[in-house]
């Protein structure tokens, strides 16, 4: 049965880290439904750059997923102030599916009351919430795949394609981009 994943696509999330886990998700095979927060459509990124859902979070919010993930950028602070993203994130951590969190989406994860006891990584700038962060590009925990940001998206991606299909897939893809392999080893690892 082909995977599914819930991505969440909010005002002010920083563009790379929504558009190439679609991307290399989909290359997968993987079906990525692309959700609105705010209530419209058409959500503005950080960059100014405009995407168009394919649906609200309400029409999905009690779907089911084997993924869930969530871009970084500053308008994760309003994300942490809605509890159906909340109620979200642990419904989906309960059933042990994934959860892909990079940039500062892992403070979503914080006030999920998920973040005790895993390994995570984190943009730099969310440390003094989240002070335990590694220096990694990639941390996988578990169901939780973290990432540091933008120039993390990539790797980020391709945990999530090696965790919704397999390894061989993902190095395909990684290939296939011209992704160098010391790079993706790395953060398969």
Known sequence: MKKNALLLLHPDCEEIEAVTPIDLLTRAGVRVEQVATAGQRLVTGRSGITLVADCLLDEVIDRDYDAV?????????????NPAIIA??????AR????????AAPLLLLDAELIKGIV???????????????DEAVVID?????????????EFALALVSRLTDKTTAKVIADSILWPRSEFNRSMM
């Not at 979200?88 to 951590?93: D, M």
């Not at 042990?96 to 940039?103: A, E, F, L, P």
């Open 96 to 103: 042990n599916k994934t959860i892909g969190c990079i940039c």
């Open 69 to 81: 993930i969530i871009p970084g950028g500053p308008g994760i602070q309003q994300l942490r102030k």
């Open 142 to 154: 578990g169901p939780i795949i973290t990432s540091r940001g933008a120039g993390t998206a990539i």
């Open 120 to 134: 995570y990584t984190a943009y730099p700038a969310t440390a003094s919430e989240l002070p335990y962060a590694q």
């Open 88 to 93: 979200l994130l642990q419904r989906q951590f």
